[in-house]
């Protein structure tokens, strides 16, 4: 068993989804920074100054030294655009990526089959050999 998971783990597939793994995670924070830092701060101007990170509904206000309960949906909404932002660039990615692989389909399915080389000096042996 210790054996199969070495193999496993070794294999480059278990690889790059490791490094998929964290690429996704940086990119995931590069995205929230974006969308927290660049994007909702415009938007929270054109609607007339409004911080979506403050946006809440308070359940219950603050006593002494209990914290307030509230929903945060201003951050809730910063976290929708952030999985859009993200899922449309893997779109992207993969529909480049399928477009890619179906372009490189057609070019072989299209390119004719050369013969190997030896076959091809068979071929030139065998009619010199017809010819004497």
Known sequence: MLNEFKEFAVKGNMVDMAVGIVMGGAFGTIIKSLVDDVLM????????????????????????????????????????????????????????????????????????????RQEILLEEIRDALKRV
């Open 41 to 116: 701060p415009p938007i929270g101007l054109l609607m007339g100054g409004v911080d979506f990170s403050n946006m809440k509904f308070v359940l219950q206000d603050a006593v002494g030294e209990t914290e307030a309960v509230s929903i945060n949906y201003g951050l809730f909404i910063n976290a929708i655009i952030a999985f859009i932002i993200v899922a449309l660039a893997l779109f992207f990615v993969i529909k480049g990526i399928n477009s890619a692989k179906k372009k490189m389909e057609e070019e072989e399915a299209a390119a004719p089959d050369e013969p190997p």
